[in-house]
């Protein structure tokens, strides 16, 4: 007789569990316990559904790395009781999340399926039962008595994707997210289609969860008539180790004296710079023309075709390891987590 498969269900806060109250007509989190009243087909699986809430619930606009901590140790906890996770997340901050517990659960090879939803569930038109109920459906999927997806994924309106290479791109519709260069691992339709092919493999390796995230890092966003205030302001932040550029394009910037003064200055102070495309989709080229040969000339690290919300939790993730100038600069130009297409 085969094992019933084991489902672990964390709420951390979000659209997808609220109900709206009757009196004042404001939305509140309801009681997972009572679930089945909200979503009565969930007692239709042959599965060991178990809930787990953060407590207090946090809105995904005020997550923050200590709490990424709080939810990869919730999974090492209860990694070996369960066959699978799916975790409810707001969906503002969930391609953040997603893709910092990609990097913090080394060999994973289970199913973490982060979902949510754009209305409430206690709403009639909710997106979010179908994307619970599929939720669960691909974290239990087996074959051969392995796990189908064995990586960090987020399904959101008939899509799995791999998580470290999304990015939210709409606030009203039901498709929210997007993987713009990396295609889908299954489409859910009538039937579930996975892409097996685009899926990583099992590594049957024992569990590594890395809860050392150093946040020292920046974002800087090029615009033409940035000021060079601006820009001094954003590289000298003090104890700064590492800060995004998105660049134009496939990677290119502005050539003024100034503006290449102050990127040398702080790679010389040991601040890691790393270029992303502000473009949705594509990747950068460094040295394809001459306004991002300069960077790579001066050490300007690639980011290749890696999301911004990716690079940030990579960054997070090795800078708190202490690792060298140089071993960082050779993981970033890894992919670790299928999270950029590189050799």
Not at 109 to 127: A, E, W, Y
Not at 295 to 308: H, N, P
Request: proline share 4%; hydrophobic share 40%; aromatic share 10%.
């Amino acid at each position: 007789m085969e094992e019933e498969i084991r489902i672990l269900i964390i709420y951390t806060g979000g659209t997808i569990g609220m109900i709206q109250d009757a009196k004042t007509g404001t939305l509140k989190p309801f009681n997972f316990e009572k679930i089945n009243e909200q979503i009565p087909e969930l007692s239709r699986f042959n599965y060991q559904l178990d809930f787990h809430s953060f407590d207090p619930l946090i809105d995904s606009s005020n997550t923050n790395p200590e709490y990424w901590v709080r939810l990869a140790s919730l999974v090492e906890k209860h990694y070996e009781s369960y066959d699978g996770f799916v975790i409810l997340h707001g969906s503002d901050t969930m391609s953040y999340t997603a893709s910092a517990l990609s990097f913090m659960l080394e060999n994973l090879n289970k199913p973490v399926i982060f979902t949510g939803s754009q209305l409430p569930l206690g709403v009639l038109r909710t997106d979010g039962r179908e994307n619970f109920i599929t939720a669960i459906e691909l974290a239990a999927a087996r074959e051969n008595d392995l796990p189908v997806v064995p990586e960090v994924c987020i399904y959101f309106e008939n899509r799995l994707m791999r998580a470290n290479r999304t990015s939210k791109y709409n606030a009203e519709n039901f498709n929210a997210f997007v993987s713009p260069n990396y295609p889908l691992l299954a489409e859910i339709g009538v039937y579930v289609k996975f892409e097996r092919h685009n899926i990583l493999k099992p590594n049957f390796k024992k569990l590594k969860v890395y809860k050392n995230l150093n946040s020292r890092v920046g974002i800087l966003k090029l615009f033409p008539g940035i000021t060079a205030e601006l820009v001094h302001a954003i590289l000298s932040v003090p104890d700064q180790q590492a800060v995004i550029l998105e660049t134009f394009g496939a990677g290119n910037a502005m050539t003024d004296e100034w503006f290449l003064n102050e990127l040398k200055e702080a790679v010389d102070r040991g601040v890691l710079l790393v270029n992303v495309t502000q473009c949705m989709a594509g990747a950068v080229e460094q040295g394809k023309y001459d306004t991002s040969f300069l960077l790579k000339e001066m050490g300007v690290v690639s980011g290749y075709d890696s999301t911004t919300e990716s690079v940030l939790a990579k960054l997070m993730f090795l800078l708190g390891q202490n690792l060298s100038l140089e071993k960082l600069k050779n993981k970033m130009n890894s992919s670790l987590r299928g999270e950029m297409s590189v050799e």
